[in-house]
C-alpha cells in the first residue's frame, strides 16, 4: 500500500534584510501640499554696497527695485501596488496578508522613496559641488573634508548629514586618520544606519542600489531637500467582490525638491565613469 506523506509549511517565512528608510535625516518636509499639487516658493535677490555720498540728493546711491524668482514644486510621484491572497492559499501556507503588506513597505516601497530622494540630491546639486574621484583609503577623509570645506565656504550651517556607500565606508575604517578621529559619544543619539561621526556629522551607510551609480557619498543639509509625501494609502480588502480571499493596495504620493537658493548645500563625491 502506497504511503503519502503529509506537507507542511514551516511557521518561519524566509524574510529579506532590509534596512527601513535611511534617507530621513536628510531631507525636509517643511512646505506645506495640502489641498495643492503645486507650491510656489519665492526667493528675494539682495542689491550690492555702494559707498555713502555726504552731498548731492542721490547720497545712499541710486535705489534699485529688489526682484524675486519663483520655483514651482510640482508633486509627481504617483505610485501603486496591488496583490492578492486567496483564502486556501493563506490557510493551508504561512502567507499572511498583513504581514506580506509589511514586506511589500519594507522591500519595495521604502527603498524606491529612498533611491528617488537620493537621485535628486545627485542631479540637482550645484555642478561645483559635484566631484569625480577614486577612493582609497589614504585620500577618502580628505576628500570628505574637501566637501564640507565647500560646503563651510557657501556657508551652510552645522547640522549636516554624510551619506556613503558601503564600499566608502571600508575605507573611511581602513583609513589611519579617520579612525583617529572618528570617535563617537557613548551617549550619542545614532541615526538609522549611522556608523560613525566626523568633525560631528552622523555618517550614513547606504547600499550602493538606494545611493545611485558611482556614488561615494553625499553630504548635504536637510534644509536643501524638500520631500513631501502628501498621501500614504494602504490597506487590505478582505473577500471584495470577485475574491474570496484578501486584496490588498497600496498608493504613495510623493516628491523631492532641492531649493534653488540651497543646492549649494549639497556635495556628492562620485567614482570616475566607468570605474
Known sequence: ????????????????????????????????????????????????????????????????????????????????FSFTIDKMNEEETEMKAAEALARQLREVVIPHVDTYRFAQM??????????????????????????????????????????????????????????????????????????????????IKVPTTRLGANVNFIITHRSATVAPIKLEDYRLHVDPPGISGTLAEGRIYFDAFILNNKKKAIYVCKAPAGA
Open 1 to 80: 500500500m502506497a504511503i503519502t506523506l503529509t506537507s507542511k509549511f514551516s511557521p518561519l517565512i524566509d524574510e529579506k534584510f532590509k534596512l527601513g528608510a535611511l534617507s530621513t535625516p536628510g531631507v525636509n518636509n517643511d512646505y506645506e501640499f495640502v489641498g495643492a499639487q503645486t507650491v510656489k516658493v519665492t526667493s528675494v535677490n539682495t542689491v550690492a554696497l555702494t559707498d555713502y555720498a555726504r552731498s548731492g540728493g542721490s547720497r545712499f546711491g541710486t535705489p534699485t527695485e529688489l526682484e524675486n524668482t519663483i520655483q514651482e514644486l510640482t508633486l509627481s510621484q504617483d505610485k501603486a
Open 122 to 203: 545627485v542631479a540637482k546639486a550645484d555642478k561645483k559641488h559635484v566631484k569625480e574621484v577614486e577612493l582609497t583609503k589614504d585620500n577618502v577623509h580628505e576628500e570628505i573634508l574637501t566637501g564640507t570645506e565647500a560646503l563651510d565656504d557657501e556657508e551652510v550651517p552645522d547640522n549636516r548629514i554624510i551619506f556613503a556607500t558601503p564600499a566608502g565606508i571600508k575605507w573611511l575604517k581602513l583609513c589611519d586618520t579617520f579612525v583617529k578621529t572618528s570617535d563617537m559619544s557613548k551617549d550619542a543619539i545614532l541615526l538609522k544606519g549611522q556608523v560613525a561621526e566626523l568633525d560631528g556629522m552622523p555618517v
